[in-house]
């Protein structure tokens, strides 16, 4: 013991020793980054005009990034030049920010792409008319440093615009599939503000009066890409020129939506799994018919060449040619006429518009017989309505939805396969001015969880029956059901799908 404790003391002479003959030399030097981050320079501001200084920008001096504004359009606040960046900010966050200088006239010399370095030490951050902005940077304090570089336009919807409004403030965003509410009439222009709607909230998209498109006939339906500006009234969407804004074309209604589905019934599933759907106008469907497709993917590696009209094991085809529904009706297409499986309640007075023993019997035109209809388990499965009888490879459903797993249903091709969708609450078929068609395409890749055991999925959002919009999304809720559960169960929780005009 006596040894151990002479060697450890010995040990810590020496280090004490070499310690004290250190040379300054000796030491690794740490350079402090002249470059300050928008996602850390917004966060010293705390409310009142501050005075940026090497201190509190932490040996900073610059601010690095890509230019968004665009002046030539007359619809950028006069004297703004727009610039975002990001860090790397670790676990997933989202660093991307922006930040205004007010330039004056300088402003008009820089294009979207320039990659610009600003000096800042000696200038204000400070809020003008509610957005935050830099003020006192001189002309030769901006250095340009590259053109044409690379933008990233985040999607964003205006429920998330309107949460995180310091997120998006300064940065370029583009709102997809947003309706003008009211819908402009013949002669309305875009000068102005006008309200916007995409399911998920409203928005205002500005254009100031002077802007070179605002004489511009308005567009009833369009995706929407600008800057986000914060306002006395809340955020606000300026688009710099008349490109920002894309019409799109207008959504047909659907005159059956999806509003629930059982998946997984007690005992077997042949025959007793169903889907709810729900009447946005009074329909014979002796005269208008319509198809239900199902798909089910389920150890499947390959995507549909023909999509929804693939057959087999994968696509089953319902036809719905007779029978009769108001407008606001719930209504059924599945196997047998009960609520959860074999004993359970009769449902058979609900309004059933199909019923079928798939297990049994092919499907309509295509789908061979299968014991499980609608999945309850694996690869990613859906749900589709179509407009007539015939279903083919090219044809666009009226509203579908998807739910479950993952699995190999879309290829980028070429040629491009998979399942097509159409614009709804969670698709969109334009994207950055391109048509993405498919499930999985783009950003069309959501879709529900699969429903716990014993669970019906009720589907609640608001749906507009005269324009096709969901002015507020579907979500899912699970519903537990028992052998003697009511039918009002699953049409009178609270919660369900509701139509508006």
């Not at 985040?154 to 998006?168: D, S």
């Not at 028992?482 to 699953?490: A, G, M, R």
Request: hydrophobic content about 35%.
């Amino acid at each position: 013991m006596k040894k151990i404790i002479l060697f450890y003391g010995a040990l810590a002479v020496i280090c004490g020793t070499w310690m004290g003959c250190k040379r300054d030399t000796d030491y690794v030097k740490v350079s402090v980054s002249p470059y300050i981050s928008n996602f850390d320079l917004r966060k010293l501001f705390k409310g009142s005009d501050l005075q940026l200084n090497e201190d509190n920008l932490g040996g900073a001096n610059f601010i690095k990034g890509i230019v968004v504004s665009n002046q030539s359009g007359g619809n950028i606040p006069a004297g703004l030049l727009l610039v975002q960046n990001s860090r790397i900010a670790g676990n997933g966050i989202d660093s991307l920010r922006g930040i205004a200088f007010n330039v004056g006239a300088e402003a008009s010399k820089y294009v979207p792409g320039d990659s610009v370095h600003v000096s800042v030490t000696g200038t204000t951050l400070k809020r003008v008319n509610g957005n935050l902005q830099i003020e006192g940077v001189t002309a030769t304090g901006i250095e340009k440093k590259a053109s044409g570089r690379n933008i990233i336009v985040r999607a964003v919807n205006t429920g998330m615009l309107a949460t995180r409004p310091t997120f998006y403030e300064s940065t370029l965003i583009t709102i997809s599939k947003g309706k003008m509410n009211p819908e402009p009439a013949q002669g309305d222009v875009f000068s102005g503000n006008k309200t916007i709607g995409d399911g998920f909230g409203t928005a205002i998209v500005h254009t100031e009066a002077s802007a070179t498109y605002a004489k511009q006939e308005a567009i009833p339906f369009a995706d929407y890409t600008g800057i986000a500006f914060s306002s006395s009234t809340g955020m606000q969407l300026w688009p710099r020129t008349t490109d920002d804004i894309f019409a799109l074309p207008e959504i047909k209604p659907s005159a059956l939506i999806i509003t629930g589905y059982l998946t997984d019934p007690t005992g077997s599933d042949a025959n007793y799994e169903y889907i709810q759907f729900k009447a946005t106008r009074d329909i014979n469907f002796a005269t208008t018919p319509f198809s239900i497709v199902v798909c089910n993917n389920a150890g499947i590696l390959a995507a549909p060449a023909t999509g929804w009209a693939l057959g087999g094991i994968r696509t089953y085809k319902i036809n719905i040619n007779s029978g009769t529904v108001r407008k606001g009706q719930f209504c059924y297409v599945g196997g047998n006429k009960v609520i959860w499986g074999a004993g359970s309640t009769d449902i058979s007075a609900a309004a059933w518009i199909a019923s079928k023993q798939y297990s049994t019997v092919d499907g309509d035109g295509f789908g061979t017989a299968t014991t499980n209809l609608l999945a309850n388990s694996g690869n990613v499965a859906g749900i589709a309505v179509f407009d007539g009888l015939t279903v083919t490879g090219t044809s666009v459903p009226l509203d579908v939805i998807m739910y479950g797993g993952n699995g190999a249903v879309y290829a980028a091709g070429p040629p491009e396969v998979g399942y097509r969708i159409t614009n709804t609450d969670k698709y969109s078929t334009i994207q950055n001015k391109k048509v993405v068609a498919f499930y999985g395409g783009g950003t069309n890749t959501n879709k529900f969880g699969f429903p716990g055991t014993s669970n019906f999925t009720m589907l609640g959002g608001v749906y507009n029956a005269a324009t096709g919009i969901w002015s507020t999304g579907r979500t899912a809720t699970n519903i537990t059901l028992t052998p003697t559960s009511p039918l009002s169960t699953i049409e009178q929780a609270a919660g369900f799908t509701t139509i508006t005009n």
